[in-house]
């Protein structure tokens, strides 16, 4: 108890150091091997064979940025559930073991040392709780990045609390049956410059598979075992967007939501929001969109969260509104009623939006201004969001995805002359 207060406020004291803005680097840095639209590199986990994977059909883009990754397409990994979890992400985490360890010390380097040795330790009393799915595959991350599991696992918590987001959910009143569509932009790096650089370079699809065959398909950063975006193809998407950012300045609000974090894991049965969603991606009874809002309104989460889920038939899409124990609230597609969209960002829906970070508007105007008619992956990802503030400074990926095809596609952001957010 004694050492948890005491820890509170080292935590209060380095908000400022954590969290400061960096200055901005004069120099946008693309990463190298830049990947042809529609030739993804494709690389395969531990054990799998290295067959040739064919991707989706690419959209993008005419976004005028002065960035050359912005649009490249995520690269695509494949895993095998079929493997031990402890190997599943060595192929992953050998590909992109030397940015994840930049990525790793640049947020090391903002935490004070004596803070980071108590939340390494207090990750540690953890341990028992986390599921074993969880333990192995972040020991098998450790094993190649010659890493602490400590470190891993806080890492892991780390990207949990902090991804700004717009998710968006729409119905196109195309082709007869509505044909939805989600779709998200995820902004990560709380105004972070180089941080944003960071996991741009570590972001990737990784598609998992069962017997040989695709079972569900994720965007997440080399390293974090979470999933924040997903779709099982021909059942379910879902999007994860952060709701910890409530108070009128929500930085400083980051340190003390990772040890509400830690401290709940540590204490009671609650549940990262995105390994919830991963198990619920690789639940072979979870098979349609309803089983999907029901598991996941239920579940006790250790934060709080907006999961934006979109299914394959008409009006299947809904916003949960969670808090930590319980299910605040639900908001759905509603057709006869005219709903054909809901966006969602970091804020609660029926609430007005900040000035300083008006998301929402913005896209809604976009979707508005496309219809329902016209609205297709391509427009999404133009009109929508590639509009600035929709797109921003800290946005790492855009994913477009329908569910009833089981088509995913992602693809990398970065507008360097977008708004900052903050
Ligand atoms: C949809 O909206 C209509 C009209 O407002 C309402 O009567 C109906 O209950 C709504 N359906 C659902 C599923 O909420």
């Given at each position: 108890m004694?050492?948890?207060?005491?820890?509170?406020?080292?935590?209060l004291?380095?908000?400022?150091?954590?969290f400061?803005?960096?200055?901005?680097r004069?120099v946008?840095?693309?990463?190298s091997?830049?990947?042809?639209?529609?030739?993804?590199?494709?690389?395969?986990?531990?054990?799998s064979?290295?067959?040739?994977?064919?991707?989706?059909?690419?959209?993008?883009?005419?976004?005028?940025?002065?960035?050359?990754?912005?649009?490249?397409?995520?690269p695509?990994?494949?895993?095998?559930l079929?493997?031990?979890?402890?190997?599943r992400w060595?192929?992953?985490?050998r590909?992109?073991?030397?940015?994840?360890?930049?990525?790793?010390?640049?947020?090391f380097?903002k935490?004070p040392?004596?803070?980071h040795?108590?939340?390494?330790?207090?990750?540690?009393?953890?341990?028992?709780?986390?599921p074993?799915?969880?333990?192995e595959?972040?020991t098998?991350?450790?094993?190649?990045?010659?890493?602490s599991?400590a470190?891993?696992?806080l890492?892991?918590?780390?990207?949990?609390?902090?991804p700004?987001?717009?998710?968006?959910?729409?119905?196109?009143s195309?082709?007869?049956?509505?044909k939805l569509?989600?779709a998200?932009?995820?902004d990560?790096g709380?105004?972070?410059?180089r941080?944003?650089?960071?996991?741009?370079k570590?972001?990737?699809d990784?598609e998992?598979?069962?017997?040989?065959?695709?079972?569900?398909?994720m965007t997440?950063?080399?390293g974090?075992?979470?999933?924040?975006?997903g779709?099982r193809?021909?059942?379910?998407s879902?999007?994860?967007?952060e709701?910890?950012m409530?108070?009128?300045v929500?930085?400083?609000?980051?340190l003390?939501?990772?040890?509400n974090?830690?401290?709940?894991?540590?204490?009671?049965d609650?549940?990262?929001?995105t390994w919830?969603?991963r198990e619920?991606?690789?639940?072979?009874?979870?098979?349609?969109?309803?089983d999907?809002?029901?598991?996941?309104?239920?579940r006790?989460?250790?934060?709080q969260?907006?999961l934006?889920?979109a299914?394959v038939?008409?009006?299947e899409?809904?916003?949960?509104?969670l808090?930590r124990?319980?299910?605040?609230?639900t908001?759905?597609?509603n057709?006869t009623?005219?709903?054909?969209?809901?966006?969602?960002?970091?804020?609660?829906?029926w609430?007005?939006?900040?000035?300083?970070?008006?998301?929402?508007?913005?896209?809604?105007?976009?979707?508005?201004g496309?219809?329902s008619?016209?609205?297709?992956?391509?427009?999404?990802?133009?009109?929508?969001?590639?509009?600035?503030?929709?797109?921003?400074q800290?946005?790492i990926?855009?994913?477009?995805?329908?569910?009833?095809?089981?088509?995913?596609e992602?693809?990398?952001?970065?507008?360097?002359t977008?708004?900052p957010?903050?």
């Open positions: 004694r050492r948890s207060q005491h820890l509170h406020v080292a935590f004291a380095s908000v400022f150091v954590f400061a803005p960096e200055e901005t004069g946008v840095t693309g990463r091997g830049k990947a042809t639209l529609g030739e993804r590199t494709t690389t395969t986990g531990a054990s064979d290295a067959t040739a994977f064919a991707p989706p059909p690419s959209f993008p883009s005419t976004t005028s940025t002065s960035s050359v990754v912005d649009g490249t397409a995520l695509l990994f494949r895993i095998n079929d493997d031990p979890p402890r190997l060595e192929g992953v985490m590909a992109n073991k030397a940015a994840v360890r930049e990525t790793m010390s640049d947020i380097a935490l040392r004596e803070v040795a108590e939340v390494d330790k207090l990750v540690l009393d953890a341990r028992g709780r986390l074993s799915w969880v333990i595959e972040l098998g991350v450790a094993d190649v990045l010659d890493m599991l470190d891993v696992v890492v892991n918590l780390f990207f949990e609390i902090t700004f987001c717009t998710s968006i959910v729409a119905q196109s195309e082709s007869g049956g509505g569509l989600h998200r932009n995820l990560f709380f105004g972070v410059k941080m944003s650089d960071d996991l741009r570590i972001a990737i990784v998992f598979t069962r017997a040989g065959e695709r079972v569900y398909v997440t950063f080399a974090y075992v979470g999933a924040a975006t779709m193809g021909g059942a379910f879902i999007t994860a967007n709701r910890e409530t108070g009128p929500p930085v400083p609000n980051l003390k939501s990772l040890l974090l830690v401290n709940a894991i540590r204490t009671t609650v549940i990262p929001v919830a969603i619920v991606l690789e639940d072979e009874t979870a098979l349609t969109f309803e999907a809002v029901g598991a996941l309104s239920t006790h989460m250790a934060t969260m907006y934006t889920i299914g038939s008409f009006d899409g809904v916003v949960l509104t808090d124990n319980k299910l605040l609230d908001w759905r597609l057709s009623a005219g709903t054909w969209f809901l966006v969602q960002t970091n804020y609660d829906h609430v007005r939006e900040p000035a300083w970070d008006n998301r929402k508007k913005p896209a809604e105007k976009a979707l508005r496309v219809g008619v016209a609205i297709t992956p391509s427009s999404m990802y133009e009109d929508v969001l590639s509009l600035d503030p929709v797109l921003n800290l946005t990926y855009t994913t477009v995805v329908i569910t009833a095809d089981g088509a995913y992602s693809f990398v952001r970065e507008c360097v977008c708004a957010i903050f």
